[in-house]
C-alpha cells in the first residue's frame, strides 16, 4: 500500500509540474511583478532591467517561465514565488492523538494548487458517549419494557470494545396542541387508551438521564418512565434530536469521545413546516430551551429542518444511530443518506435486539471514516483524495471504509482563487473532535533583492524595483523620462486614444503617453493599451459569472476544461448530438449540447440539407467504373471513387440518377446519403440500356412506303376538289335547265348582235 501511495504522489507531482509547464499566462492589468503573480498560477515576471524594449509596457515582463527564458531572461532574473508549507504543531500518532498533523501554515499563489498529507488512526479505548433516545407513543409499549432492561447489557458490551463508555437516556412523543395531540384536559394528563394503566402526561421532549458510566443507575430512572401517548402517527423526533445535540452541557457530552445518538421509534416523522397546522409559524433557532429538564419551545418553535439536524449532528460529531420498526426501514434510510455517518437498524416487534442492533451500527460507523472541513474562507477550495480503494478521485470529503485500528492517508489539496486576508479553516474525521487547523494566506507581491538608490535605468529620477521603474515625484514614463508640466503634451494624450475617439476609453488617466486604468467598481482593473477590458462584465448563467465553470478575461468567458458555451454553462458532452452512434451525422461539431451543422446541412442532427442535390452526373466516371469496371477511371478506381459505397442490384424501385456511360449506355441508381460529406451508398441497376444499330431495310422500306403513301394522298387530294368543282358546275347546270322550262326560252341562248342577209341567196335549195 505504501509503495501504491508513493507511486501515486509521484504521478501527481509530475502532472503537477507539467500543468505549470503548459499553463498559460492569462494577463489582465499588469504594472508591477505583484500585478503579474496575481493575474495566474502560471505567471512568472522578469527583473532583468533591460528586458523590455523601448516604449513596450511593463507587461511583457510577466508571462510564462517558458515564454520568458525563450525572450532571453535567465533564470536567476525570472520570480515565480512557490507554495509555502510549514507544519507548526506535527505530534506522532499515538494514544490519545488520533491525526496529524495538528496545525499547519500555508501561504499559497492565487490559483496554484497545494497538497499535503492528512493521517488518521483511530485510537484504542476511545471514550463511547450512548444517548438513548426514545419514543413514548403509546405503541412503543412493549418496548420501553424491555428497554428499561438493556442499561446495564449495552454499557457492558460497549465497555468490551472501548474500556471507556457512558450512556444516558431521554424521550419524546410530539407537541402538545391538535391536530398532533387531544387537548382536552383529562386527555393532556393521561393520554393512554387503558384508564388503568400507568400512564404520564402528554410531553415534547425530556431529558431523563445525563451520560453516566452506572448501569444501574440508567436502569432506575428508565425504570420510572411511563408511555404516553398523541394522535397522529409521525412523532416529534426531530425536535428531540434537536435538543439532545445542542444541550452539550445538559445532556453531558464528552469534549474527547465518540459521541453516539440513538433514536428508537416505530413511526415516522414531522419536519419544518408541519407545525403550521398548529398555527407555530416560528422557526426552529438551534438553541438548547430544557427549563426542569422539558423542552420548554415544543409549542412555539417549529420542527427543524432535516438540513438544519444534519447540520448540527455534524457539526456536534453526533453520530445517529436509528433503531426503527421494519415498517420505517425505507423511510429513515432515505434520510440517512442525507445525514454523513448515521446507520439504520431494524428492531424486532418488541425491541428485545437492540443491543445486537446498536452494536453492529456501532461497528459499522466505526469502520467508516470521512474526512470533511468546516466553513471555508471565501475563494478558498479543498479537494481529497486517499489510499483506500474507490478514494483515487478527487472529491469534496475524504472517505475510506473498513478500517480498523490501521492507519489511513488522506491528500488534501488546497487552492487560493485570489488574494485573501490571512484566515484559517478546520480539518477532521467525522464523530471526532479532534481537528487540523490550517492557516492559509497568499502571495501576492514579489521579493525581489533591490536598492533603494537612484538607477541609471531609470535616468537617475527612480528606482528600479523588481526591474521596472518606480519615479521619483514629479517623473513618470517608462523610465522615468517624462517630468509633470513638460510641453508637447497634446502629441502624447493623442497617443492613448483609440481610433482617435476617448483618452483611454473614458476608463484611465494619460500618462507619459501611456494609460494608467482606473479600478472597477467591483474593485477590479480596467486594463489593455487604451484599458478597453476588464474581468467583472462576462455573459452570466444560473446568475453566476461564467456559470461558476470560467474565468471572465475582457469580457469574454474562459472555460474550465470540460466546460463551453458563452458562459461556460455547458459541459463538455457529445451525448446529446449522437444519433445511431455518430455526432451530428459527422456534419457538424456538437457545441453546448447541441449540432452546429455545416455545408448547409439543417435540423437537429444535421441529416438533411435542403440547398443540397444528388451528385448524379458527377458520380456516373465513379459508377460506370465500381459497377461495371469501365469509364474514365478503371485504373485508378478505388482511390478516385473512395467517397462511394456500392450495391449491384437485379431491380431498383425508384432511380433516383440516370446517366450515360461513356458507350453511351443509359445507367440507373440510387444515391443514399451517408454520415459525413459527399459520401454515398449506390445502388446500381444491374443492366444498362444500350441503343440498338440501325436496320437499313426497314428504313427503306419504311421511306417507299411513306413516299407512296404521300404520292396516293396527294392524287385523292386532287380528285376529290376536281369532283367537287364539277358537282358544283353540274348543280349550276341543272338549276338553269329547270328555269328554261318554266320561262319556254334556253337562258344561255342569245340572239346575234347583226343580221346579215345574203342577196345572191333565193330560198331555193
Same mark, same amino acid.
Given at each position: ?64 517561465? #517558458? ?211 398548529? #398555527? ?486
Amino acid at each position: 500500500m505504501l509503495q501504491s501511495l508513493c507511486l501515486r504522489s509521484l504521478l501527481l507531482l509530475l502532472m503537477g509540474r507539467h500543468v505549470y509547464t503548459q499553463e498559460q499566462c492569462l494577463k489582465a492589468s499588469v504594472n508591477t511583478c505583484g500585478d503579474c503573480i496575481k493575474s495566474g498560477p502560471g505567471c512568472a515576471w522578469c527583473k532583468h532591467v533591460n528586458f523590455t524594449k523601448t516604449g513596450e509596457q511593463e507587461a511583457a515582463r510577466c508571462d510564462t517561465v #517558458a515564454v520568458l527564458k525563450e525572450k532571453g531572461c535567465a533564470s536567476t532574473d525570472i520570480e515565480n514565488p512557490p507554495n509555502d508549507f510549514v507544519p507548526i504543531a506535527n505530534k506522532p500518532l499515538n494514544n490519545p492523538v488520533q491525526i496529524k498533523p495538528q496545525e499547519v501554515k500555508l501561504n499559497l499563489r492565487p490559483g496554484r494548487p497545494h497538497t499535503f498529507d492528512f493521517e488518521f488512526k483511530r485510537a484504542e479505548g476511545y471514550p463511547v458517549d450512548l444517548y438513548y433516545l426514545m419514543d413514548l407513543s403509546y405503541s412503543m409499549k412493549d418496548d420501553l419494557e424491555n428497554v428499561k432492561k438493556l442499561g446495564k447489557d449495552l454499557l457492558d458490551e460497549l465497555t468490551k470494545i472501548t474500556g471507556n463508555a457512558r450512556i444516558g437516556f431521554g424521550s419524546f412523543v410530539d407537541k402538545t396542541l391538535l391536530p398532533f395531540t387531544d387537548t382536552n384536559v383529562d386527555k393532556l394528563q393521561r393520554p393512554c387508551p387503558d384508564k388503568n394503566e400507568p400512564c404520564q402526561p402528554a410531553f415534547g421532549f425530556q431529558h431523563v438521564l445525563s451520560l453516566t458510566k452506572n448501569g444501574d443507575r440508567f436502569k432506575t430512572m428508565v425504570a420510572r418512565q411511563n408511555i404516553s401517548g398523541n394522535l397522529d402517527p409521525p412523532e416529534g423526533s426531530l425536535d428531540a434530536i434537536m435538543q439532545a445535540a445542542v444541550c452539550e452541557n445538559e445532556i453531558g457530552w464528552g469534549n474527547s469521545s465518540t459521541r453516539l445518538l440513538v433514536l428508537a421509534t416505530d413511526d415516522g416523522f414531522h419536519m419544518a413546516g408541519d407545525g403550521k397546522l398548529a #398555527a407555530i409559524l416560528e422557526p426552529n433557532k438551534e438553541t438548547c430551551q430544557l427549563v426542569n429538564n422539558k423542552y420548554s419551545k415544543s409549542n412555539v418553535w417549529d420542527y427543524p429542518s432535516v438540513g438544519q439536524i444534519a447540520r448540527k449532528l455534524e457539526e456536534k460529531n453526533i453520530q445517529p444511530i436509528f433503531a426503527v420498526t421494519k415498517k420505517m426501514e425505507t423511510v429513515y434510510t432515505e434520510l440517512s443518506k442525507l445525514i454523513p455517518k448515521s446507520a439504520v437498524g431494524v428492531l424486532s416487534e418488541d425491541s428485545n435486539n437492540v443491543v445486537k442492533l446498536i452494536m453492529d451500527a456501532y461497528k459499522n460507523l466505526t469502520s467508516e471514516v470521512i474526512v470533511v472541513h468546516d466553513t471555508l474562507p471565501d475563494f478558498i477550495s479543498v479537494k481529497y483524495t486517499s489510499n483506500c480503494k474507490g478514494g483515487e478521485k478527487p472529491s469534496d470529503r475524504g472517505k475510506c471504509d473498513n478500517v480498523k485500528f490501521e492507519k489511513v492517508t488522506f491528500r488534501v489539496t488546497v487552492t487560493a482563487e485570489k488574494c485573501i486576508k490571512p484566515q484559517s479553516f478546520l480539518i477532521g474525521p467525522l464523530g471526532f473532535s479532534e481537528k487540523l487547523k490550517v492557516n492559509v494566506s497568499t502571495r501576492c507581491e514579489c521579493e525581489c533583492d533591490d536598492t533603494n538608490a537612484p538607477h541609471p535605468h531609470c535616468g537617475g529620477n527612480g528606482k528600479v524595483v523588481c526591474g521596472g521603474c518606480r519615479c521619483n515625484p514629479g517623473f513618470l514614463g517608462q523610465h522615468c523620462e517624462c517630468k509633470l508640466g513638460q510641453k508637447d503634451e497634446a502629441s502624447l494624450k493623442a497617443q492613448c486614444r483609440k481610433d482617435n475617439v476617448t483618452e483611454c476609453e473614458g476608463k484611465g488617466d494619460c500618462v507619459c503617453g501611456r494609460c494608467q486604468c482606473h479600478l472597477t467598481e467591483g474593485g477590479g482593473n480596467f486594463y489593455g493599451e487604451f484599458c478597453e477590458c476588464d474581468d467583472e462584465h462576462c455573459e452570466k448563467f444560473d446568475n453566476k459569472q461564467c456559470a461558476g465553470h470560467g474565468k471572465c478575461k475582457c469580457g469574454k468567458c474562459e472555460c474550465d476544461a470540460g466546460y463551453e458555451g458563452t458562459a461556460c454553462h455547458c459541459a463538455k458532452s457529445d451525448e446529446s448530438c449522437k444519433i445511431d452512434g455518430t455526432v451530428c451525422h459527422k456534419r457538424g461539431k456538437c457545441v453546448c449540447n447541441q449540432c452546429e451543422c455545416e455545408r448547409g446541412y439543417k435540423g437537429l442532427y444535421c441529416k438533411t440539407c435542403p440547398t443540397c442535390q444528388r451528385p448524379c452526373q458527377q458520380s456516373g466516371s465513379c459508377v460506370e467504373c465500381l459497377a461495371f469496371g469501365t469509364g474514365p477511371f478503371e485504373k485508378n478506381c478505388s482511390l478516385s471513387c473512395g467517397h462511394l459505397k456500392h450495391n449491384t442490384v437485379e431491380k431498383l424501385i425508384k432511380s433516383d440518377c440516370r446517366v450515360k456511360d461513356k458507350e453511351g449506355c443509359w445507367m440507373s441508381f440510387t444515391m443514399t446519403e451517408l454520415d459525413g460529406f459527399d459520401n454515398y451508398l449506390v445502388n446500381v441497376l444491374k443492366d444498362r440500356e444500350c441503343p440498338e444499330g440501325p436496320n437499313i431495310a426497314a428504313i427503306v422500306g419504311g421511306s417507299l412506303a411513306a413516299v407512296a403513301l404521300i404520292g396516293l394522298l396527294i392524287l385523292l387530294i386532287v380528285k376529290a376538289l376536281l369532283y367537287a368543282s364539277d358537282l358544283r358546275e353540274w348543280r349550276r347546270f341543272e338549276k338553269d335547265r329547270k328555269h328554261e322550262k318554266m320561262s319556254g326560252t334556253n337562258p344561255l341562248f342569245k340572239d346575234a348582235t347583226t343580221t346579215v342577209q345574203n342577196p345572191t341567196f333565193s330560198g331555193d335549195s
